[in-house]
């Protein structure tokens, strides 16, 4: 213990033969170290002339104060005397014959310095393309703006955005494209006129998750979540680009389906990391982890499942008092769309996902926050909590993203006798021209970012996007919280309203219905009224009264009980007499 080992893999084509060949640097060795090679259930091993025999395996090493230890369960260690000087040893593996294998022992190579691989090489992208942005463009209370990134560049790499994170500078952000790349992106400051981009990293496996962890040093370190690992990125010689792509963690579960994405990285305040993998499409789940959000320690030693019963959970969001939260889409065991509250243990409705024993539908599962139809969200992608005094009443809220239709919501919700649920409002009329994949607050500027891509089915055309969403200040005529009361629901809206309007029961319309969960793609729409027709049922709306505050409106509802799926729309004024319109999607669980 305590002494440093470099350890590298290789393959040698030997007189007609292939032989693994594994090098080792050792450092200074105060007593014997012993190093398993390998091991052969149930087969004898002999030593011969420095060359051990097992099965028809020929194992021979090159390296001075070595010697071989077989044990009788057929297990091949290598026994490195102690030593106050650092040593290179090269040990050679391969299916021929103990004649042969001494040839290659002749013939190979002297055992390299691995500590050369250590320092770093010439970058490979040296190049820093620089692009200008241009005028953002109002929408409601928000103006945004795209930030520009180099489409074409001399790799003709694809810009589809998976993941983002920022430095504590706020100027300076990382950013990782589905098809494997992972850019540096500097100069984000007001005016966006010359944001720089380097491609530091390439070749790693559909990359959609970023992010970037302060180590004991207080240096800043870029983490990537891919579909085969968590790879924290080193630049070993201060050029910028990184040198060395290290396995984190490696504990990802990969099989050749093509859906089981990795999503998403975040982490809690103890500095554990998170990230949701996908199940199968239409097929069951083959090893645990399909269709879980998954835990690993900040040391990334080990990993564990925290929950199960997803289908596609595109990401993860995790709250200032370490709640979390992630989405599923629409499929087979998912009605329709879902926003989910999640807890250690939980279960959210895939029963094709595989995370522990079968389960049984009689045992049901874990309700969401809210259902959201197609029309609504044909894809969710994963929330954040807003963190920024910036966003004014908006602080301490949840903002939903979607892939599906390149749009940006509100969460409003609540928890009743433990139970989540809530609905969900678009915060901005734009629709993005891509999907949207990943959102991050801006710790210096205070507003959000936020990028996508397309790459599946989607309502959104554009191959990637990256975009800035600032808050002006100016009046938020939506709702921005809403709470299920025993007569009916309680929506407050951020700005004062106009009594006369607002207290109009005519100004509203609500509609309800349930979904069916099977093993189906999907749900129709069934009515509450009486389960075995297909449809809505209108809800009369026989009251509507306006809080002291004239901010909040309690909605009175006739025969209110709990829903998977209730729609509310709005058109009254504000106190200064601008309208107010909008579209609430809810679910109700419980009903006080």
């Known amino acids: 213990e305590g002494v440093g080992v470099l350890d590298s893999p290789d393959w040698e084509e030997r007189a007609a033969v292939g032989v693994f060949a594994r090098t080792l640097n050792i450092a200074r060795t105060p007593g014997e170290l012993e190093l398993q090679v390998l091991q052969v259930s149930g087969a004898k091993g002999e030593v011969d002339g420095g060359i051990v025999r097992i099965g028809d395996l020929s194992v021979g090493v090159v390296g001075a104060e070595t010697g071989w230890n077989v044990t009788g369960e057929g297990a091949v260690r290598l026994r490195i005397g102690a030593s106050d000087k650092a040593r290179r040893v090269k040990v050679l593996m391969g299916r021929c014959s103990d004649e042969v294998m001494l040839g290659v022992i002749r013939g190979t190579a002297r055992a390299e310095d691995l500590g050369e691989l250590c320092r770093g090489g010439a970058a490979r992208y040296p190049q820093k393309l620089t692009v200008a942005g241009g005028a953002g463009k109002v929408e409601g209370a928000f103006v945004v703006e795209e930030i520009p990134f180099p489409k074409n560049n001399p790799w003709n790499s694809r810009m589809r955005f998976g993941g983002l994170d920022f430095f504590k500078d706020g100027r300076t952000a990382a950013i990782c494209t ?49 579909r085969d690992q968590i790879v924290r990125l080193h630049d070993l010689n201060g050029d910028g680009e990184a040198d060395f792509y290290e396995c984190f963690n490696g504990d990802h579960q990969v099989t050749e389906h093509f859906h089981e994405f990795a999503m998403g990285l975040q982490t809690d305040a103890e500095g554990n990391f998170y990230y949701a993998k996908a199940g199968r499409h239409a097929l069951d789940g083959v090893v645990p982890q399909h269709g879980t959000v998954i835990k690993v320690s900040g040391d990334g030693r080990k990993s564990e499942i925290v929950c199960d019963g997803f289908r596609a959970p595109n990401g993860i969001g995790i709250g200032p008092s370490g709640e979390m939260i992630t989405t599923d889409q629409e499929g087979f065991w998912m009605p329709a769309n879902r926003i989910n509250l999640i807890r250690p243990g939980g279960f959210y409705g895939n029963l094709w996902s595989h995370a522990s024993a079968p389960r049984k539908a009689s045992e049901g599962y874990d309700p969401p926050i809210c259902w959201l139809p197609g029309p609504v969200d044909r894809s969710p992608a994963e929330d954040l909590w807003v963190t920024s005094e910036k966003w004014g009443p908006l602080k301490g809220k949840i903002i939903h993203t979607s892939y599906g239709m390149g749009t940006i919501s509100l969460v409003m919700h ?17 629709k993005f021209g891509t999907g949207i994949m990943r959102g991050r607050f801006n710790p210096v500027d205070g507003q959000l970012y936020v990028c996508g891509l397309v790459g599946w089915s989607s309502n959104c055309a554009d191959p990637g996007g990256f975009y ?4 002006t200040g100016g009046p938020l005529r939506l709702p921005v919280e809403m709470h299920v009361r025993r007569e009916g629901v309680a929506i407050t809206f951020a700005e004062p309203l106009d009594k006369a309007t607002a207290e109009d029961t005519a100004r509203y319309g609500v509609q309800r219905w349930n979904y069916r969960w099977t093993e189906n793609y999907g749900s129709k729409h069934y009515r509450v009224s009486d389960p075995s027709k297909e449809g809505m049922d209108e809800v009369n709306v026989v009251g509507a009264v306006l809080s002291g505050d004239g ?6 509802l006739e025969d209110l009980k709990p829903v998977m799926q209730m729609r509310i729309d709005v058109d009254i004024k504000s106190a200064d007499g601008e309208q107010v319109k909008a579209t609430i999607h809810q679910t109700i669980n419980r009903v006080p």
């Open 178 to 226: 589905w098809d494997g790349d992972v850019w540096m992106v500097r100069g984000i400051d007001e005016g966006l006129k010359e944001v720089s981009w380097q491609r530091i990293a390439s070749g790693l496996f559909q990359p959609l998750g970023v992010k970037i962890v302060a180590n004991q040093k207080g240096e800043e370190e870029i983490y990537v979540c891919c």
């Open 414 to 430: 609540e928890v009743v006798d433990g139970v989540p649920q809530g609905g969900v409002v678009q915060l901005l009329p734009k």
């Open 468 to 471: 800035r969403i600032r808050y």
């Open 551 to 556: 901010r909040t409106v309690l909605l009175k």
